[in-house]
């Protein structure tokens, strides 16, 4: 089965930093990715990574949040940058394999103003 473990979430403060990590767990590297879930807000995608490297951001995030990989631990990464408020949501890592997608359950970030 896949289990997608997320973590790094917390409280910071406007302007700071967080690395958030997804550790998957039986499957082999795919897309991953994360997305959030702000209070009142649909789910939107946040970045994605393929397993080559290749990298997409919403426009919400770029320049300030960095996706990574670490294929042979199947894991992946968030780099978050220069965190604002309104970053403040539920991020919840993604793994979307032969079409099916795979979620954790989520970490809390909260960005205090």
């Known amino acids: 089965q896949v289990r997608l473990v997320e973590s790094g979430g917390g409280l910071v403060q406007a302007g700071g930093s967080l690395r958030l990590s997804c550790a998957a767990s039986?499957?082999?590297?795919?897309?991953m990715g994360w997305y959030r879930q702000a209070p009142g807000k649909q789910r939107e995608p946040v970045a994605t990574?393929?397993?080559?490297?290749?990298?997409k951001y919403a426009d919400s995030v770029k320049g300030r949040f960095t996706i990574s990989s670490d294929n042979a631990k199947n894991t992946v990464y968030l780099q978050m940058n220069s965190l604002r408020p309104e970053d403040t949501a539920v991020y919840y890592c993604?793994?979307?394999?032969?079409?099916?997608?795979?979620w954790g359950k989520g970490t809390l970030v909260t960005v205090s103003s």
């Open positions: 993604n793994k979307n394999m032969w079409g099916i997608d795979y």
């Open positions: 990574i393929t397993p080559g490297g290749i990298t």
């Open positions: 039986g499957s082999i590297f795919s897309t």
